[in-house]
């Protein structure tokens, strides 16, 4: 069973940036995919993006065109690069596979804030 970690969160003003990193206690380039996903307060736990062996990704309406995920399997590592962000964009961010299996860490808080 793989272990992820998230890191990278913190507080940014409206239209900053942030990068979010997933770092695996194994080897990924085995694991077809990998996904980013959030929980707001008082929300469920959210789809973000996902990424795929092949390098194919996928987003939520709300965020296309502002955040990136990408993988470096040499590494171990997924990343979520987020540029813009917004208010609504506040939340712990978690990894997991894609599909989610449960998996994840511990998460990483994203506040968006002035």
């Known amino acids: 069973q793989v272990q992820l970690v998230e890191s990278g969160g913190g507080l940014v003003q409206p239209g900053g940036s942030l990068t979010l990193s997933c770092a695996a206690s194994g080897s990924i380039a085995s694991i077809n995919g990998l996904g980013w996903y959030r929980q707001a307060p008082g929300k469920q736990r959210e789809f973000v993006a996902r990424?795929?062996?092949?390098?194919?990704?996928n987003y939520r309406d709300s965020v296309k065109g502002r955040f990136t995920i990408s993988r470096d399997n040499a590494k171990n590592i997924m990343y979520l690069q987020m540029n813009n962000l917004k208010p609504e964009d506040t939340a712990v961010y978690y990894c997991?596979?894609?599909?989610?299996?449960?998996?994840w860490g511990q998460g990483t808080q994203v506040t968006v804030s002035s």
């Open positions: 990424i795929i062996v092949t390098g194919s990704t």
């Open positions: 997991d596979l894609f599909p989610p299996r449960g998996y």
